[in-house]
């Protein structure tokens, strides 16, 4: 709190709107795209990489969201992002005539209850996880990540006991296999899918964020927790249901992810983790436009470098980070002072 | 109490497990002849400095990092590659160790940089992204690593099995260049523990404990604490290099399974948790048990789920399958970080820390 703050008579100050992090990626578009040689090849790994964007931001954005409101580092959201993944399997595989009809309502019919299912379980075990697990270590930073961690191990193991170890295939229904033809380039149709789920969910937030109450509520929480509990409003309901829309977020991802792979596998919560932590550390712990920028920054990133150099595509991600953190070493739009 | 550097269990009981866990490993290959013994007791000597090297960043600074098995790998790997490609030499033993340990220490400083700067929950997600890179690195770069099949290479005569020092007919047992490569690893690992301990009971380490308890109180009294972070991370990394190379020499073989892989990291926090964090002499107890239970609590587990599974309950089976061994450990780590933080040590010693 500096000295203008205090000064209550005067209208407050309008924060100065940062613009610099909005034009990074198309910055980074600009980079890369002479380095490709077609035309046709940069629209599709331009496409590509927003649609690999969109998902890791639908995952991560319930991390950075968390973290923001409650001081919780969730090392177990890699957890619910397998979860997700595996249940829409329970759905979609005895529905399987219905995934390969070549109707799309067939189609939407299969996938819309799966969605829906996974969200809910991975809701539901996000508000286990919080009064169960969470609860007893809230303002203890190094148990909240030793027992996430635990956490995320247990859940895996979970799976693969339930599972089995193996790969379980998951194809895409039969209505967004293939692509659209722009003279050269093909677009496949998941891939635009994904942008727009994508661009809904992070819309969405923001709206829910900036125009609601309970926005402005989350918003002040994230400012002033115990400000927030003295003014009469009750925090616990508010950190349970967002850690509840946090890991249906991370569920939703799984279940993108998994029909973009068209496989699921219990190891992916914990692979998918690590590219969430960079993201949200990219765009700053409880950033979610941040996270937006980050996503896509990691994920065009990937795409070109997978392209121009594919050994150097291993690291990118590291890269991209350590320069993104020496020029803002919080991250893109650090929103605490924690 | 000098080599102990002031630091004493504090406990009778303690003291005699100590005594005892020494004692046993010092005389293991007389005590228990025959390959597999000697491999636990060697594992065992491998854990307890590698945790003890850990419990320096967990117990005593109180940050978590995720990146220590990747410090073990790098040392590892150093001794892996320099023997393999320059030949079973001593001077490739010195060259790998003289590149890995600085390798390490640099590592840690720069993330350490990076990090530590801002707060400590920053250092534990990205030492995790690191660590995880590292992992891909190693296993794709496989002209240089040998990728997921590893690199296996041979030793300097001196510590090969066939070198006979004193045949079987003489003691009962034959001391030949394996028993040496045991004695090297635990001298080794004895000699890095003290020095550990000489670590956190010096000035620096007390100052270390003063930020783990209060990083601003810290700071106000006129110690950087981000200086002595780093530094410690730095020292941690160099010593979990040093044991890295000594389980390559052990082994005789370096693969991402073996130095890498994330269980090593769950195997050491676990450890670390359950020994007592911030004891030093945890790191001993922890890792003895926990050896032991890995070597022979996996073959319970195994009888249990066939048991399970003649008996014809569902499930058990599954959950019980010595594959699903992360599972009891995760279940077991989860249950000591919140109902028995202080560790075997702490709860020795009594008194509530």
Same mark, same amino acid.
């Given at each position: 709190m500096s000295a203008q703050d205090m000064d209550?008579?005067?209208?407050l100050p309008k924060t100065p709107r940062d613009f610099v992090p909005l034009l990074l990626p198309i910055a980074l578009a600009l980079v890369a795209l002479p380095f490709i040689p077609s035309t046709s090849t940069r629209i599709t790994l331009t496409i590509a990489g927003l649609a690999m964007g969109m998902m890791i931001f639908v995952m991560a954005s319930g991390l950075t969201l968390i973290f923001g409101l409650m001081d919780v580092l969730n090392f177990g959201h890699g957890a619910f992002i397998a979860v997700g993944a595996y249940v829409a399997t329970l759905v979609l595989i005895p529905l399987a005539a219905w995934m390969q009809a070549d109707s799309v309502w067939l189609n939407l019919a299969a996938v819309v209850p799966a969605v829906l299912f996974a969200m809910a379980v991975t809701g539901a075990l996000g508000l286990a996880f919080e009064r169960v697990v969470i609860m007893p270590v809230y303002g203890q930073h190094l148990k909240q990540i030793l027992i996430t961690m635990g956490g995320m191990i247990v859940a895996e193991q979970i799976l693969y006991a339930f599972f089995g170890p193996q790969q379980i295939p998951l194809p895409l229904p039969a209505s967004l296999r293939g692509s659209f033809q722009f003279g050269e380039a093909a677009i496949e149709k998941y891939r635009v899918v994904c942008v727009v789920v994508g661009l809904m969910v992070y819309f969405a937030m923001l709206a829910i964020l900036n125009r609601t109450k309970i926005g402005l509520l989350i918003r002040a929480g994230v400012e002033n927790t115990e400000m927030v509990e003295a003014l009469g409003y009750r925090i616990t309901r508010l950190f349970v249901g967002v850690f509840m829309a946090g890991s249906a977020l991370a569920g939703l991802g799984g279940v993108m992810w998994a029909l973009y792979r068209e496989q699921v596998n219990a190891s992916m919560g914990s692979e998918l983790l690590v590219l969430v932590f960079i993201v949200v550390i990219i765009g700053g712990l409880g950033s979610v436009t941040g996270c937006f920028i980050g996503a896509l920054l990691v994920a065009l990133a990937t795409n070109y470098a997978g392209f121009l150099v594919p050994k150097l595509a291993l690291v990118t991600d590291i890269m991209l980070m350590v320069v993104i953190l020496l020029w803002r070493p919080r991250g893109l739009y650090p929103v605490t002072s924690r | 109490m000098m080599p102990l550097s002031g630091d004493p269990p504090r406990s009778r009981i303690l003291s005699a497990a100590l005594v005892l866990i020494v004692l046993t490993l010092a005389l293991a290959p007389f005590l228990f002849p025959g390959a597999k013994p000697l491999n636990v007791a060697a594992k065992v000597c491998i854990f307890i400095a590698l945790a003890a090297s850990y419990d320096l960043l967990l117990g005593y600074t109180g940050v978590v990092s995720f990146a220590h098995t990747m410090f073990y790998g790098i040392g590892s790997y150093g001794i892996a590659i320099s023997l393999y490609s320059l030949?079973?030499?001593w001077d490739a033993i010195g060259l790998g160790l003289l590149v890995a340990l600085p390798t390490a220490a640099l590592l840690a400083l720069v993330i350490g940089l990076f990090s530590l700067r801002v707060q400590t929950i920053f250092f534990a997600m990205i030492t995790l992204a690191v660590a995880s890179a590292f992992a891909v690195l190693a296993s794709q770069l496989s002209w240089l690593t040998? +990728?997921?099949d590893g690199r296996s290479f041979r030793v300097p005569e001196l510590l090969?099995?066939?070198?006979?020092?004193?045949?079987?007919?003489?003691?009962?047992v034959a001391v030949n260049g394996r028993t040496l490569t045991y004695y090297i690893v635990f001298v080794c690992c004895v000699l890095l523990f003290l020095l550990l301990l000489r670590v956190v009971n010096s000035p620096f380490g007390r100052v270390l404990q003063a930020i783990r308890e209060n990083p601003f109180r810290a700071e106000a009294l006129g110690y950087r604490t981000v200086l002595h972070r780093i530094l410690a991370n730095c020292i941690a990394a160099a010593a979990a290099a040093a044991v890295g190379a000594l389980n390559a020499l052990w082994l005789r073989y370096t693969g991402p399974d073996t130095s890498l892989s994330f269980s090593i990291m769950l195997d050491i926090l676990l450890i670390v948790v359950i020994g007592g964090m +911030?004891?030093?002499?945890g790191a001993i107890v922890g890792g003895t048990l926990y050896v032991l239970a890995q070597n022979y609590l996996q073959t319970l587990m195994g009888t249990v789920s066939t048991a399970a599974g003649e008996a014809g309950i569902p499930i058990l089976p599954q959950l019980f399958h010595p594959d699903r061994w992360l599972l009891w450990l995760g279940l077991l780590f989860i249950l000591s970080v919140y109902f028995f933080p202080t560790g075997i040590v702490g709860k020795l010693r009594g008194g509530s820390s």
């Open positions: 209550v008579g005067a209208a | 030949g079973s030499r040998g +990728g997921e090969q099995p066939g070198t006979v020092f004193i045949p079987r007919d003489v003691l009962g +911030g004891t030093m002499y």
